[in-house]
């Protein structure tokens, strides 16, 4: 199994960034999937869960609002839509691959993650 | 939001030696079927967060048998047997019952 993450970058406050997650090696739409980000230096944030079916979506209470998960099972994708970008959004994004299709409960693939700047 | 408590947070280690962090949690992480919705992480410098242990005490898969979790409720523990070199890193715990939250992370190293 492998996730592959893009679409980080440098965006100025109030910006928006769309990250993308390309897995391969399994039954995609049978596992909830994630993001997790990481300040540098810093500890590990759950960001956002959608479940398999992509009909169930959660999120951090620090993105509510701002940020949108979705997924396509067709072509094995997942998205976080991050709008009205904040400084402390700054952080490297982790796409993660749950256990379970309908909630993840622990992340058993990391991807390697895409770094997002705001400033 | 359950917030989750690491000890200690650097751990010198010698090689061969056993090793043991502790996690705890605010609410219990007991989910009714039975099971420690806790798990441990370990980031290699340079790397991504690796799963190791899953459900507090379940290797995941290609974990060496060094690598150990135990504990329920609100206390647990992750011990290492014997510490290698390339064991060394952040070792980090996260709750998966309500939504998810990590601890703070032990950063383990060699003396």
């Known amino acids: 199994v492998q996730l592959l993450e893009s679409g980080g970058g440098l965006v100025q406050p109030g910006g928006s960034l769309r990250l993308s997650c390309a897995a391969s090696?399994?039954?995609?739409?049978?596992?909830?999937m994630g993001w997790v980000r990481q300040t540098p230096g810093k500890g590990l944030e759950w960001v956002s869960s959608?479940?398999?079916?992509?009909?169930?979506?959660s999120y951090a209470d620090s993105v509510k609002g701002r940020f949108t998960v979705s997924r396509d099972n067709s072509k094995n994708t997942l998205s976080l839509q991050m709008n009205s970008l904040r400084a402390d959004d700054t952080s490297i994004y982790y796409c993660v691959k749950g256990r379970f299709p309908e909630r993840c409960v622990d992340f058993d693939v990391w991807g390697q993650g895409t770094m997002v700047t705001v400033s | 939001d359950i917030v989750m408590t690491q000890s200690p947070l650097s751990l010198p280690v010698t090689p061969g030696e056993p090793a043991s962090i502790s996690c705890r949690s605010s609410q219990s992480l007991l989910h009714r079927n039975g099971y420690n919705y806790l798990a441990w992480y370990l980031q290699r410098p340079g790397q991504s967060p690796q799963l190791l242990i899953y459900l507090a005490s379940h290797r995941a898969s290609g974990v060496p048998d060094r690598f150990s979790g135990s504990g329920s409720g609100t206390d647990f523990t992750l011990k290492i047997s014997r510490v290698e070199a390339e064991d060394v890193g952040v070792y980090s715990c996260m709750q998966g019952l309500q939504s998810y939250t990590f601890g703070q992370g032990t950063k383990v190293e060699i003396k």
């Open positions: 959608i479940n398999g079916g992509g009909n169930t979506t």
């Open positions: 090696g399994l039954t995609f739409s049978t596992y909830a």
